[in-house]
């Protein structure tokens, strides 16, 4: 079954160290690939995506995310966390043709400030 | 311009009720899907909506319903309610469901005793 992994289900950081978010999944044909961000409170909003092109792409917030086709992986990356970074990042593929966003189980990120 | 609103926002019901959530979409956003959240299991797709016409749909019972509207107004219906369907319920519009940028509401927290 087509499905999403993140590796980290809570990873805990202080402020300005580096973050590496990890998303592999398990699709063989095209796809589309996002991180979606959800802060404390807030509503579940889209980060970054690839579609084709340059793999490696950025996001609002200084985030990027590198796409590497032969591992089938998506991770999201930042060279200086912040503490308003706090949140439940969501790694997401769009299978094309299955008209369908499956989503991985997400990373709970916390910043000590 | 106003973001996807869903109603109610909060609800408890007991076992074997049913439960009816709504969802209205950003104005002119025809696509509306349906996710349940829950804590380690991430997002899981029930349905997607075009044009009131449901598109696919995910891996659940047929106790999880849906429908969409002239409007696009969407509502989902949770019939005979076990303890397991406890979750936030989260709708998501979109102009092309095929894009993967979807803008989610707040969801329906439901909690069932």
């Known amino acids: 079954a087509q499905s999403v992994s993140q590796h980290n289900h809570h990873v805990i950081l202080s402020e300005a160290a580096s973050l590496e978010l990890g998303c592999n999944y398990s699709?063989?044909?095209?796809?589309?690939l996002f991180w979606y961000v959800q802060y404390p409170g807030q509503h579940l909003q889209l980060l970054l995506k690839y579609f084709s092109g340059d793999p490696l792409v950025k996001g609002i917030k200084g985030f990027e995310a590198e796409f590497i086709k032969s591992k089938f992986s998506f991770n999201l990356r930042k060279p200086s966390v912040q503490w308003s970074d706090t949140a439940e990042y969501f790694c997401?593929?769009?299978?094309?043709?299955?008209?369908?966003?499956?989503f991985g189980q997400g990373t709970r990120l916390t910043i000590n400030p | 311009k106003a973001g996807v609103t869903q109603t109610p926002r909060y609800l408890i019901k007991t076992r074997g009720q049913q439960v009816t959530l709504s969802c209205s979409p950003i104005?002119?956003?025809?696509?509306v899907s349906w996710y349940q959240q829950t804590p380690g299991q991430g997002l899981q797709f029930l349905f997607e909506y075009f044009s009131e016409t449901q598109r696919n749909k995910g891996n659940f019972p047929g106790r999880f319903s849906g429908r969409q509207f002239s409007n696009s107004r969407s509502e989902m219906n949770v019939s005979t309610l076990e303890l397991g369907d406890s979750a936030l319920y989260l709708c998501?519009?979109?102009?092309?469901?095929?894009?993967?940028?979807?803008?989610f509401g707040e969801g329906s927290r439901l909690t069932v005793l």
């Open positions: 104005s002119g956003h025809r696509s």
């Open positions: 998501a519009s979109s102009l092309d469901y095929n894009t993967g940028e979807l803008f």
């Open positions: 997401a593929v769009l299978i094309q043709g299955a008209q369908k966003l499956v």
């Open positions: 699709y063989g044909g095209t796809v589309n």
